[in-house]
């Protein structure tokens, strides 16, 4: 078996940095014409010297300068950039090379694609990040405290989307940006007022007019409009607009879950005593349980694993994302997709249906 000569630091660099291309790259017919090369788009930055009592979305916006909207074709054309660097970097550090010199021009040549690729993301993010601030509207009503975090998790959202974006698709940047970025924001809500670190606490404005529609509700009226809502809560017409769909997020927000331990009242009892069912079964029905299983038996193979990890051995589904190298977002959809099918097919075992 012949001994297989020791790979040189150079090549081996080289090889380095193109496994830690961040994004899978996407090879286009013309990346194999030599004479190709991707344009390049920068847009001139304007720079302002922050104030102190600037809050953070003014903050944000303004942070490594600002720069003018991308047009279609521009977002396009820096996209192409990007994938061209990875497919140089790939063909560079796939090449053989005889003797030193060229390995070392192969060498700074990949460092040079790489910091291109990192100009041409920033680039994409700079003009994007209104998107961000736009997401996180929604989110204004919690107080300036948390802004920050969530404007850092539609940072980290927007990056992710630049990486995993395919532009060959023809999808809008735009769209598929903001469908991550809410998605992401949702997620990072949802599991702060679960967990209990995310203290929420409706403004003045806010209960006045939740108590006038809670009114509205219970005399199973119409829901009125902005200005007989601003007149019944007291609120000037132009706040109602806004404050309304801060209180539709309210309405949304998740219930923390409950301990069975907790107190009740001034009482002795906990929840577990009123929650206890003393004369009910250990488990289903044997027979119930055989159908159910039966059904998940008909799933495909990876569906049937993620409601086994998810509900046999309980696993979040950040954690089942992990294990099958899929998002979280994936992974419920799967999920729901699943139980909608075990329920159709219970349905029909039924007798009668």
């Known amino acids: 078996m012949p001994i297989r000569k020791p790979m040189h630091k150079e090549q081996q660099e080289l090889r380095t940095i193109a496994e830690a ?3 899978k790259v996407i090879e286009l017919s013309a990346f194999r014409k030599r004479t190709f090369t991707p344009e390049r788009i920068r847009q001139p930055r304007s720079y ?13 916006l303004m942070e490594r300068g600002t720069v003018e909207l991308l047009s279609p074709a521009q977002v396009e054309a820096l996209f192409t950039e ?5 497919y140089q970097i790939l063909k560079l550090a796939n090449k053989r090379y005889a ?7 192969a060498l700074v040549q990949a460092r040079r694609l790489v910091s291109q690729i990192e100009s041409a993301e920033e680039e994409l993010f700079i003009a994007n990040r209104r998107l961000v601030v736009s997401c996180v509207k929604p989110f204004f009503w919690i107080g300036q405290v948390w802004i920050g975090d969530f404007l850092q998790e539609g940072s980290r959202a927007l990056s992710n989307a630049i990486r995993k974006f395919d532009f060959t698709r023809g999808t809008p940047f735009y769209a598929y940006a903001q469908r991550s970025i809410q998605n992401r924001l949702r997620n990072f809500f949802r599991d702060h007022v679960r967990s209990g670190s995310l203290g929420l606490r409706p403004t003045a404005e806010m209960t006045a007019i939740m108590e006038v529609l809670a009114r509205v509700k219970e005399e199973q009226a119409p829901e009125p409009d902005n200005e007989t809502l601003a007149r019944l809560a007291g609120v000037p017409v ?6 309304r769909p801060f209180v539709r997020q309210w309405e949304n927000t998740p219930v923390p ?3 069975l331990d907790a107190m009740l009242g001034d009482t002795e009892a906990t929840m577990y005593d009123y929650v206890e069912g003393v004369g009910a079964n250990d488990a289903p029905d044997a027979a119930q349980k055989g159908e159910i299983w039966q059904a998940i038996d008909r799933l495909s193979e990876r569906a049937k694993y993620i409601m086994e990890l998810r509900f046999i051995e309980g696993h979040t589904l950040e954690e089942t994302g992990q294990k099958l190298s899929l998002t979280r977002a994936r992974i419920k959809q799967i999920e729901d997709e699943s139980l909608k099918k075990i329920r159709s097919m219970l349905k029909r075992s039924q007798p009668g249906e």
């Open 82 to 86: 990007m994938h061209w660097c990875g």
């Open 257 to 259: 879950p409950v301990s």
């Open 48 to 60: 302002t010297a922050p104030e102190g009592n600037l809050q953070a979305v003014g903050r944000f």
């Open 99 to 105: 003797r030193p010199g060229p390995r070392r021009e």
């Open 238 to 243: 132009e706040r109602v607009a806004k404050i």
């Open 21 to 23: 291309i961040p994004f």
